[in-house]
């Protein structure tokens, strides 16, 4: 299954990895749980949705949420630009659109990545993310995708 | 084996044939003589066990071979059916129904034990073949000693059958045919002489059964009846032409030596307990016909539900980008592409059509479980009730349907248990001992209109009004202002219910809200209507389909929603200086009634983006409840596609799903009903 992959991420080798942009930093995800990546388009707000939910937009006739990346993970917020992309995953039989500042290549990791809870003094955060990746310096910190989509348990 | 693969269909077809088995036995309780039913049921029972071997489900098997034996004995009329009887083959497609459900579910057969079951019919069907077979043999090998052409076996029905043919100038061959003892395909060479006798005539009996012979289930030979009007030279001229047969032997059937047969063997008929001989059949030909023949069914295809939402989601995209491309043809005036556009249009409204018509199913497919629950609920009430079932055609959509078996099986229940009165008490009355219940679904407008009826007691508002005060539901002075009608509406409150005593079948409180609440959220609604001693009647109203409605467009500043037409009463314009307080509240007065409004900007945490120079109020209702919604702009009225919003937002109450508008942006729906809390 896709999603377990993206679990253990820590025992693959030759990991492949769609890398993108939040603010400064460089994240990724599994190639395996990515669908597509789609231009910006309008987002119809749900009122009521839990905060990192910034609404839906229809992908070829069916409706798709979209969080924000940025508001899931904690980091300030930047204004929309030419580069903004909506990245689309699957994660189990759920499909979500995810907004990020920029998307920058599909990289392959050959390293195992460290594990996110040593590498970062275990910070609440930690629970979002499942290692990180290390090519020559350059670090892309790799998302878990089951917990950042997780189904809202204090839903209103 | 791997057998998995199969298991979907396995599960179906069993499905079905239980519903089948369960209809038989329905209508064979009605009416013990019908043996063409019988056939039916054995043909039913004969499948189930054929798949359930296959797929490697012995218990089944085994169950479906002991009623196979016994109903094979009522079709041949050495076993006379009794309630007894009928009541053990239902237990036995109960038990049937549990293990194919648990084989669903992954589990093991074994969670009913049928062991039981197993022994009794076999002390249904084993004392009458003990007694029979032992006098039979003789006498079979008296007739094969007699004469020296092939003999068969033949029921009074195929006599009948035999001697009306004989009126008409045909006559009946037995053909007896031995195939090669080298043949390999044994069923394709058997399916080749059946279809040359066809040519000829009429195969009115085959041993073993057409089926057995198509599944090889028989040695090198087999015999066949024939009603033609050939003569036997020809007809073994036919059969002969065909390769791999060794031998054809031929007979003309006379039933005058039948007749001198039949004496011969009277112990065996006599030994049989209780045979049934009918004068006449009611209609031998149309028996005959049934078995050569196959039934014809319609030609259908299975196909899964989600396969036909991706359809209906391909659809809306079809729809939304020849939108766009419309657009695209005004703005460069490309005169041919409009015109083709045109045709397009047509072809995508066919298209929709046909794709939401594929997903409309008719209401029978709930409605045929229905007659066999009633009848275990008078039985186990001891009431005599007749159920009418009308309409059963009437579609709706699949996810309709999918939803409304619980609240119907709940006001059917409520009818045969508070509605019809006992047999006694109606006679009292002056009514007929047996109550009807019916179960009618029919097109109204836009909408399906499901009724459950009864000819019972009635429900008293008195008693209502007395129970809700006593509940605590609402007070003495409101249940006096009530009129009957508003009363009898109280059992739709939640915990009420009227039954002075709790029953299995229902009165455990909570009956009808669960009913409404049900129905309602499949935007339906439900009503009752009632007279003392006449009976009730409970109104269900459905939406023709979930997936496609009308609806209203709205903006509320720069965001869009829609509104189910469904729930609109009318549209006003009005002033901000129309809108007047009550108590802190905001309200409107239209024509004489006063309706709180609810401001979506306010309510649904609308950006402010600009102050709107009109005010528009949305006029909208649940039940008898009226709001109006105050939105700053009418788009106007439209067809949308609901889709869901999926899981991400459960919880999320006030909007029924979300639609793609034709420019491809997302338009929330309003659960209008939500929005009124």
Do not use: W
Not at chain 1, 33 to 54: G, M, S
Not at chain 2, 77 to 102: A, H, P, R, W, Y
């Amino acid at each position: 299954m896709a999603n377990t992959e993206n679990n253990n991420v820590t025992t693959e080798e030759n990991l492949q990895v769609v890398a993108f942009k939040l603010r400064n930093e460089e994240y990724g995800v599994s190639i395996l749980n990515v669908q597509e990546i789609r231009n910006l388009t309008d987002i119809t707000r749900v009122p009521f949705a839990q905060d990192f939910i910034k609404g839906v937009i229809n992908l070829r006739g069916s409706v798709l949420p979209v969080i924000d990346l940025k508001e899931r993970l904690g980091l300030e917020q930047t204004p929309y630009t030419q580069d903004t992309r909506i990245v689309t995953v699957t994660v189990g039989d759920l499909h979500v659109g995810m907004l990020v500042d920029a998307v920058t290549e599909v990289l392959t990791l050959t390293a195992k990545p460290i594990d996110a809870k040593k590498a970062v003094n275990g910070k609440e955060l930690t629970q979002f993310l499942s290692g990180i990746g290390n090519i020559d310096g350059r670090l892309i910190i790799m998302l878990n995708l089951e917990e950042i989509i997780g189904l809202p348990k204090e839903g209103k | 084996m791997d057998t998995n693969q199969y298991m979907d269909m396995f599960l179906d077809e069993s499905h079905e044939h239980l519903q089948s088995l369960n209809d038989g036995l329905l209508s064979l309780e009605d009416n013990m003589e019908d043996t063409s039913v019988v056939n039916e049921i054995f043909r039913n029972a004969h499948t189930l066990k054929g798949m359930s071997a296959t797929m490697g489900y012995n218990k089944i098997a085994e169950l479906t071979h002991e009623m196979e034996d016994v109903l094979d004995l009522i079709r041949k009329e050495q076993l006379k059916l009794n309630e007894d009887i009928i009541d053990t083959l239902f237990k036995c497609v109960d038990s049937l129904g549990q293990m194919i459900d648990s084989v669903g579910n992954g589990e093991s057969e074994d969670v009913v034990d049928v062991s039981d079951l197993v022994k009794k019919l076999s002390s249904i069907s084993k004392p009458d073949k003990a007694g029979a077979a032992a006098p039979a043999a003789p006498a079979a090998a008296d007739a094969k000693a007699s004469a020296a052409a092939p003999t068969i076996e033949l029921s009074d029905v195929d006599k009948d059958v035999i001697k009306q043919a004989a009126e008409t100038g045909l006559q009946a061959i037995h053909i007896k045919v031995t195939l090669a003892d080298t043949c390999l395909l044994k069923s394709a060479r058997s399916y080749m002489v059946m279809n040359a006798l066809d040519e000829l005539g009429d195969v009115i009996k085959s041993v073993p059964s057409a089926e057995d012979l198509e599944q090889e289930k028989f040695d090198h030979s087999f015999d066949v009846v024939l009603i033609t009007a050939s003569e036997e030279k020809a007809v073994q001229d036919a059969v002969n032409s065909i390769s791999e047969i060794s031998k054809v032997e031929t007979n003309v059937i006379k039933l005058d030596e039948e007749k001198k047969a039949a004496p011969a063997a009277p112990a065996a008929k006599a030994a049989a307990p209780a045979p049934v001989k009918k004068a006449a059949a009611p209609a031998p030909a149309k028996k005959a016909a049934a078995p050569a023949k196959k039934v014809h069914h319609s030609q259908s295809v299975r196909v899964d539900i989600e396969k036909l939402d991706t359809l209906m989601n391909l659809m809306g995209e079809l729809v939304i980008n020849k939108v766009r491309l419309e657009q695209i043809g005004q703005t460069h005036r490309l005169a041919d592409l409009t015109e083709t556009l045109e045709q397009m249009d047509r072809v995508t409204t066919d298209l929709q059509n046909i794709v939401m018509k594929v997903r409309m199913v008719p209401v029978s497919s709930v409605f045929n479980r229905f007659p066999r629950m009633v009848r275990d609920i008078a039985k186990e009430l001891n009431k005599e009730i007749n159920l009418t079932i009308e309409g059963e055609e009437t579609e709706l959509d699949r996810t309709v349907i999918d939803e409304i078996g619980d609240p119907i099986m709940h006001l059917l229940r409520n009818s045969c248990d508070h509605g019809v009165e006992e047999p006694d008490e109606r006679e009292a009355k002056g009514k007929p001992r047996a109550g009807e219940v019916g179960l009618i679904a029919r097109h109204e407008g836009n909408n399906v209109v499901i009724m459950v009826t009864d000819d019972g007691a009635g429900i008293d508002a008195a008693k209502i009004r007395a129970k809700a005060v006593e509940k605590g539901m609402v007070t003495q002075e409101e249940a006096d202002k009530m009129d009957d009608a508003e009363a009898v509406r109280l059992i739709f409150l939640p915990g009420f219910s009227t039954a002075d005593h709790i029953s299995d079948i229902s009165g455990r409180g909570v009956g009808m809200d669960v009913v409404r609440s049900k129905i309602e959220a499949l935007s339906g609604h439900v009503d009752v209507e009632t007279k003392i001693d006449e009976g009730s009647v409970f109104k269900i109203k459905l939406p023709l389909t979930l997936a496609i409605i009308q609806a209203m467009l709205v903006k509320v500043q720069e965001e869009m929603y829609a509104i189910p037409l469904g729930s609109i009463d009318s549209t006003i314009n009005i002033q901000e200086d129309e809108i007047k307080t009550v108590q802190n509240k905001e309200v409107i007065v239209l024509r004489g009634e006063i309706i709180p409004i609810i401001r979506m900007e306010k309510m649904l945490q609308v950006p402010h983006v600009k102050d709107s120079d009109e005010t528009f109020v949305v006029v909208v209702h649940t039940g008898d409840a009226k709001a109006g919604i105050v939105v700053d702009n009418l788009i106007g009225q439209q067809e949308i596609v609901i889709k869901t919003l999926g899981s991400l937002f459960t919880g999320l109450k006030m909007f029924s799903g979300a639609t793609v508008l034709g420019d491809g942006r997302v338009a929330l729906i309003l659960d209008v009903a939500t929005m009124m809390q």
